[in-house]
């Protein structure tokens, strides 16, 4: 048998795996040189909080501007104002790009958001006549706009709360 070692004569089996060792090196470093550069720069948070400061004003003035029921039919059409403006809301602030420290509270903020705006759905969908049920979907929408202000408070993005602070 040749012994190889000396010889300098690789087969054309050694060639192979050699050849694709490289190349999976190869392919390695270019899919990790090509992640490097597509990762997305850092987001400075006073911009994100200017960002989420402008959607909570302008939703906050949208929501100011929906008109107070003055009866019960009234409070249909007040809720379904509320829960679009809601949504609205949410969806902005769902496309914006938060710092890695307020990640998780973005994610709370944007959820709880949502939230409100499916309960303002439901309660308008409800007859004020079910008070049971009318009552207990108002309850929801209290927490959850507390657990709002808190997540404003915490994000430090006070235009946010609902509740004044």
Same mark, same amino acid.
């Given at each position: 048998?040749?012994?190889?070692?000396?010889?300098?004569?690789?087969?054309?089996?050694?060639?192979?795996?050699?050849? %694709?060792?490289? !190349?999976?090196?190869? %392919?390695?470093? #270019?899919?990790?040189?090509?992640?490097?550069?597509?990762? %997305? &720069?850092?987001?400075? &948070?006073?911009?994100?909080?200017?960002?989420?400061?402008?959607?909570?004003?302008?939703?906050?003035?949208?929501?100011?501007?929906?008109?107070? &029921?003055?009866?019960?039919?009234?409070?249909? #059409? !007040?809720?379904?104002?509320?829960?679009?403006?809601?949504?609205?809301?949410?969806?902005?602030?769902?496309?914006?790009?938060? &710092? =890695?420290?307020?990640?998780? =509270?973005?994610?709370?903020?944007?959820?709880?958001?949502?939230?409100?705006?499916?309960?303002?759905?439901?309660?308008?969908?409800? +007859? #004020?006549?079910?008070?049971?049920?009318?009552?207990?979907?108002?309850? #929801?929408?209290?927490?959850?706009?507390?657990?709002?202000? =808190?997540?404003?408070?915490?994000?430090?993005? +006070?235009?946010?709360?609902?509740? +004044?602070?």
């Amino acid at each position: 048998m040749l012994d190889r070692s000396y010889s300098g004569v690789m087969s054309y089996a050694d060639r192979l795996t050699r050849a %694709a060792a490289l !190349f999976a090196v190869s %392919a390695t470093a #270019t899919v990790l040189a090509g992640c490097a550069s597509d990762a %997305a &720069p850092a987001t400075d &948070p006073a911009d994100y909080r200017a960002e989420l400061t402008a959607i909570c004003v302008a939703s906050s003035a949208e929501r100011e501007a929906v008109a107070d &029921p003055v009866d019960d039919a009234g409070v249909a #059409t !007040f809720a379904r104002a509320v829960a679009d403006v809601l949504t609205r809301e949410a969806d902005a602030a769902r496309a914006l790009q938060s &710092p =890695d420290d307020l990640d998780d =509270d973005h994610r709370a903020f944007v959820q709880n958001t949502a939230d409100q705006a499916a309960q303002w759905t439901s309660l308008a969908t409800t +007859p #004020t006549s079910d008070s049971e049920q009318f009552g207990a979907l108002q309850t #929801t929408i209290l927490e959850l706009t507390l657990g709002r202000d =808190d997540l404003a408070t915490a994000m430090d993005v +006070p235009a946010c709360r609902v509740t +004044p602070a």
